[in-house]
């Protein structure tokens, strides 16, 4: 077992987490849980992890809060590779919804991830502090008489950018490479490679590039 740079409680309730969640041979480690940060399984929900998570670890020195993340009965959590959450996030995968992250994604301090239908967030993807990602309306509500969706699915492309203070809306599709401009607040889809800023946020450029 090889945990570098945490506590001992750190590296204990790692310990524990991975061998109630995730697997009862303690060599490799999949979950790097801080001692104040908690994971909450339903025991009819899902975890899957494809590498490791680390939860409530500094992504950026931006929040000492600790974090939580709960998956509810019937929920999954796949997490595709090596996932960082960092202090102060919270993340609530609600009954019957599903959540995955891919490889080398991170999500910084004090975000917030509300899962009542579909989240997906693609590889390589920097999600910066005080983030909102939340696929539903909470509340039934029309336009007209005509009923409005409650929830539908988000989905964040590959490489994708995301700024400080940004609140991401039910039923959008972020592609491959963008980037979203602090504050903004995105109610349609994002093309790849584009820039927007705004409330509602809108194409500022296109043919856009980042590295982290």
């Known amino acids: 077992m090889k945990i570098k740079s945490y506590g001992l409680g750190t590296v204990l309730k790692s310990a524990f987490l991975s061998f109630r969640y995730q697997t009862k041979e303690l060599r490799t480690i999949p979950i790097i849980c801080t001692s104040g940060s908690r994971l909450v399984i339903d025991r009819m929900a899902s975890l899957i992890i494809k590498g490791r998570l680390r939860i409530g670890v500094k992504v950026t020195a931006l929040s000492v809060a600790h974090s939580l993340i709960e998956v509810r009965s019937g ?38 991830v509300y899962v009542n239908n579909e989240v997906t967030i693609g590889e ?25 969706v409650v929830s539908a699915p988000i989905h964040i492309g590959n490489n994708v950018w995301i700024g400080c203070n940004v609140t991401l809306l039910k039923g959008i599709t972020i592609g491959d490479g963008s980037i979203v401009a602090a504050g903004s607040v995105v109610t349609n889809n994002v ?10 946020a809108k194409t500022i450029r296109t043919g856009v590039a980042w590295s982290d």
Do not use: M, Q
Request: glycine fraction near 10%.
């Open 75 to 112: 929920a999954s959590l796949l997490v595709d590779g090596r996932v960082s959450i960092g202090p102060g996030v919270i993340i609530i995968v609600n009954k019957n919804a599903r959540l995955s992250i891919g490889d080398g994604t991170y999500i910084a301090a004090d975000s917030k």
């Open 124 to 148: 390589h993807c920097a999600l910066s502090w005080n983030l909102t990602i939340i696929d539903t309306d909470f509340h039934n509500h029309s336009t007209n008489g005509v009923s409005e």
């Open 191 to 200: 093309l790849p490679g584009s820039l927007v800023a705004g409330n509602p």
